[in-house]
């Protein structure tokens, strides 16, 4: 009988900028899914790759003073490029699309013309309001106070005859596919994509483009190109060989599980499935929305300088530890706040102390009392019992994790297992035993237990740390057939011979290595703007500027960068202002903190809400000329409805 198969997929990264931890946590999360998938039989395709089409990458280019063509080049196959990060991080991707291979680009023309061809893709023109420097198209929600939300300048009115899908035609399709059931994962991401997009009215969707040139060109209208969502998510299928003669899988392996960033589930959730009911083909699985890693609660951005690079800590810390910190330490499906020193003690308390020592413990025993040649006559006792029905049980319990994307939750279950087994030692005392020539074969059982312990949780661990298990795995002298998920249930009664090798897991000194990691960090300090012409106090003062506490804040709907908050001002009434700073802030990193605002703005509306004053935040340009928002949030013990003066 031939395996059943499993696709599943990372998004496809913009070549734009080095990836970073972000990237990175996805990337191995998808290869740890993928790995287990594989132990457990499947036949797996594991696909990810490169976004390299756009109007962002076009101008990234210019700057750089190259090609487009060379300057993605460089950044996926050049040194220290995104093949080399997958490289270096154990990546067990099956297949790399890039979406500049001409393969995927005359797929794409043939799948535009199939959607154009059936009457869901008609040309139409694109209304929007068009910032002139920037040469770009917003739309009413994207400005932030009414200009454009990249440059601040004023926009106008314009109009470009553009192609658009009719996205529309599939909201109650797209909907009933939302609600049934298991589409889209975590379920809490379902409501939000009903209430918030599908709810509010979908509208046609903009899928052409004239204002840049650099993507798949419209082969029947010279041009225009494919908007890059288009272009990006059928990779997907044309990986396999759809709409082309490159590979010949799909019909094989679809439909896929495709994991994305929470930001890209509209486009996962919404957009894809209807694209692919246009065109005849079954919808995803499953989406899986994973959450972000933030740096002290805010967001990781080049623009921010806080952007973690993961070849600098994989040099560091060795590339399983970081791969098994990344999936231990957060739960898959939400936001996770990184930083190094909860890096460093999740190495040393999980696989320096309890996995490292365990292995090494066990394997130093067996060579100090046996030679290195555990005996096959063995005492069993009913001490053991608690141990080995763990050893029994845990597969199970993993398995179920896993099969639901719990990865921290499998290993939780693996974790346990390690406490138990760590415990047993104690309660065993095999140096007491190995003092009485009588109780070998009891001695020789208890280290069968533990040796037992530490392969079942090898097996488990494979999909996460495969190289040290391989390593573990040498140690404790098991042979390629117990290293199966099969072999789960087999117990070892023959002799069994270990080598103690190397340490796994060398424990870190925190203060150390905390210091050498700042001592990278330095950032370049960008020079201090010059001081404006004076005011006179009377003029200042005429601001007023006061401590506000922050109620709730919440995402306004079709907005990518206004927040909305009620604020406690002193008052007595509840004030609403709009800030246009979601890009550096979540709504519930900030609410119930004191902030400060002005307050005698006139209001103004923005997304159709009132605004009723401004918060103040500082600002200031980073190495690259971006500007960075730290919003003015005071200490806990200032009054709220205090005037700054
Ligand atoms: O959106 N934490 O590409 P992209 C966790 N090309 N994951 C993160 C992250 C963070 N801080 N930052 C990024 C695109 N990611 C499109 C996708 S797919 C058809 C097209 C991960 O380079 C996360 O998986 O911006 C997110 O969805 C993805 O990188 C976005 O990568």
């Known amino acids: 009988m031939s395996k059943e198969t499993f696709f599943i997929t990372t998004p496809i990264y913009y070549p734009s900028d080095k990836l970073h931890i972000g990237h990175t946590y996805c990337t191995v999360a998808t290869d740890a899914i993928a790995r287990y998938k594989r132990l457990r039989g499947y036949d797996v395709m594991f696909l990810t790759g490169t976004d390299e089409h756009g109007q962002k990458i076009e101008e990234k280019a210019k700057e750089a003073g190259v090609t487009p063509q060379a300057f993605v080049d460089r950044i996926v196959e050049g040194p220290g490029g995104i093949l080399d990060l997958w490289k270096l991080m154990n990546i067990s991707n099956d297949r790399f699309i890039r979406t500049t291979y001409d393969y995927h680009v005359a797929a794409i023309q043939r799948i535009f013309r199939k959607m154009y061809d059936n009457g869901d893709i008609y040309k139409g023109a694109y209304k929007g309001k068009y910032c002139t420097p920037c040469e770009s198209f917003w739309t009413e929600s994207q400005l932030v106070n009414g200009c454009c939300p990249d440059c601040g300048r004023p926009v106008h009115d314009a109009e470009e005859e553009a192609y658009f899908f009719r996205l529309s035609k599939y909201a109650k399709p797209v909907q009933d596919l939302l609600e049934s059931g298991t589409f889209l ?18 509208e046609d969707l903009c899928v052409s483009r004239t204002s840049f040139t650099w993507g798949v060109p419209v082969d029947f209208d010279p041009g225009h190109v494919v908007y890059v969502w288009v272009d990006a998510l059928f990779n997907y299928a044309t990986a396999l060989g759809y709409m082309n003669d490159k590979y010949h899988d799909f019909d094989r392996f679809w439909p896929p599980v495709n994991i994305v960033g929470k930001e890209i589930v509209r486009f996962h ?18 989406v ?4 972000w890693l933030v740096i002290d609660g805010g967001k990781m951005s080049k623009s921010k300088g806080n952007v973690v690079d993961p070849y600098l800590l994989a040099e560091k810390f060795g590339v399983d530890a970081l ?5 231990r330490t957060f739960p898959f499906g939400s936001d996770g706040n990184f930083s190094n020193e909860l890096l460093i003690s999740t190495i040393n308390s999980d696989l320096a102390n309890a996995f490292g020592n365990l292995v090494s413990r066990t394997t130093a025993m067996v060579e100090k009392y046996f030679g290195g040649t555990l005996p096959a006559e063995r005492e069993a006792d009913a001490q053991d019992d608690e141990l080995l029905n763990l050893v029994k049980e845990t597969p199970a ?9 719990q990865l921290h939750l499998g ?3 693996v974790f346990r297992l390690i406490g138990r087994a760590n415990k047993y030692i104690d309660e065993t005392t095999p140096w007491i035993l190995a003092k009485d020539e009588e109780k070998r074969p009891r001695l020789a059982a208890v280290m069968a237990n533990l040796l037992e312990a530490i392969r079942v949780s090898l097996i488990l661990l494979t999909p996460f740390i495969p190289d040290t298990c391989a390593r573990a795995f040498d140690q404790i002298g098991a042979t390629e057939a117990e290293r199966t998920w099969e072999s789960l249930s087999a117990v070892r009664g023959h002799e069994i011979t270990v080598r103690k090798g190397e340490t796994l897991f060398p424990r870190i000194d925190t203060e150390k290595m905390l210091a050498e990691l700042e001592a990278m960090h330095k950032p370049a300090t960008p020079p201090a703007k010059p001081v404006l012409p004076d005011v006179t106090i009377d003029e200042f003062a005429k601001c007023d500027m006061r401590v506000v506490k922050i109620l709730t804040c919440e995402a306004v709907k079709k907005s990518e960068k206004l927040l909305k908050f009620t604020l406690d001002d002193g008052s007595g009434t509840e004030r609403q202002i709009l800030s246009g700073i979601h890009k550096f802030y979540e709504p519930e990193q900030l609410v119930g903190k004191k902030v ?8 103004r509306k923005m997304m159709g809400l009132e605004s009723n004053g401004m918060l103040l935040s500082a600002v200031k340009e980073d190495e690259k000329g971006n500007e960075v928002l730290h919003l003015m949030i ?3 013990d200032v009054p709220v409805g205090a005037q700054l003066c």
């Open 323 to 327: 791969r098994f910190f990344l999936l």
């Open 596 to 603: 400060v605002a002005i307050l005698n703005l006139p209001p």
């Open 397 to 405: 319990r993993y398995a179920k994790q896993m099969d639901a994307f």
């Open 288 to 291: 899986y929305g994973h959450g």
């Open 634 to 636: 005071v200490g806990d």
């Open 411 to 413: 290993l939780e279950e």
């Open 269 to 286: 959730s919404i957009i894809w499935p209807a694209m692919l009911m246009s065109v005849g083909e079954p919808v995803p699985k499953k």
């Open 185 to 202: 994962e975590p379920a809490s991401r379902v409501n939000e994509m009903i209430n918030n997009f599908i709810k509010p009215g979908l």
